[in-house]
């Protein structure tokens, strides 16, 4: 049985779709079919200016088997800015292959590293969560419903690199507008077009010129074309002063925009917070929300030379 991998030219990386479609649309949550189109304009998205500009494309391999793709890679070895300071090394930005094909993942993952290696590359990091917009509404990190691709890194040495981001969703979402905790407030609605077939929403609480806090909405369908992801919108951010928290701003932003939300058509509502985020977890439980997903990113250093294998202590 043949295994090949192949280098992928970039410009025909749209093709890839079907791999993405196959192995993990609509098995990880909040992850919807790609067409070629999308999938070629939201690997790399050009808003995102984390990456630095000498940042080079990398390189796209294929897994086949028997002539048959069976997952993919992506790898480029560069530097990204991340909190203020320098994150360098080899990135992943992706890799799948199909379940039960081990050796094709294992043969892509080797293939990312000699590649990282070969250019100097000493640490590892694979799902960065930089591009593939496309993927887990802006939040390409790996989640544990790709257990064997999460177990291929793990048994490779990755460890994951920070806290996961854990994912909740609310079907057939159903909202009460409270009271305004300070009627004197102003609230203002902003309405944005954007990719999706509905518009992005973000509610304000303004005081005498100051921002109480907000919530920022944002259509599934900005991230990815399918029919599925149009009438589902994003929490993508909530937050509230901390003077004026446990008043009920947090509630009441938060349902004013889904209510906003809902008169526009959606239907369905997801948000996303820090695993370590208690606080944001315990309150959007409270209003409807369940756990759907922990999506996460690794890291590998690469082994100091005394602890290399096959060198023998002094
Ligand atoms: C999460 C956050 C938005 C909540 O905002 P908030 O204004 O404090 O939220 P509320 O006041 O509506 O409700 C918060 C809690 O206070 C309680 N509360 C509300 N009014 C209260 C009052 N008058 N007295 C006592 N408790 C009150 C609510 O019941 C709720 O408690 P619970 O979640 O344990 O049930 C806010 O803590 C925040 O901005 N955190 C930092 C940013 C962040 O983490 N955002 C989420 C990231 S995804």
Known sequence: ??????????????????????????????????????????????????????????????????????????????????????????????????????????????????????LGADTMHAFDGRFYRFHH????????????????????????????????????????????????????????????????????AVHLGQDLGNCVLVSCGDYNGAHEAQNRIFVKGLWVMKEVRRRGWGRYLLMRALDEAYRRGYRHTIISTAQTNYRAQLFYTNYGYRVTDMVYGFVKQKAPLADAPGRRPA
């Open 1 to 118: 049985m043949t295994l090949e991998i192949k280098d992928w030219p970039l410009g025909r990386i749209g093709e890839l779709a079907d791999i993405y479609n196959a192995q993990v649309a609509g098995l990880v949550p909040h992850c919807y079919p790609i067409t070629p189109d999308w999938f070629s304009a939201g690997w790399h998205d050009p808003t995102n200016t984390d990456a630095l500009p000498s940042f080079p494309d990398g390189c796209v391999l294929v897994g086949l088997r028997e002539g048959k793709k069976r997952g993919f890679a992506h790898v480029r070895v560069g530097g990204i800015m991340q909190s203020g300071s320098l994150l360098d090394g080899g990135f992943i930005h992706f890799l799948t292959y199909e379940v039960g094909h081990r050796d094709v993942g294992e043969a892509l993952l080797k293939q990312c590293e000699q590649y990282s290696e070969d």
């Open 137 to 204: 509404l802006g939040y390409p990190l790996a989640s544990d419903k790709m257990g064997h691709v999460c177990g291929l890194l793990g048994m490779n040495g990755y460890t994951i690199a920070d806290e996961g981001e854990m994912f909740m969703e609310y079907l057939d979402y159903d909202v009460v507008v409270p009271v305004l905790p300070r009627p004197a407030c102003d609230i203002q609605v902003s309405v944005k077009e954007g990719h999706g077939e509905l518009p992005n929403i973000t509610v304000e």
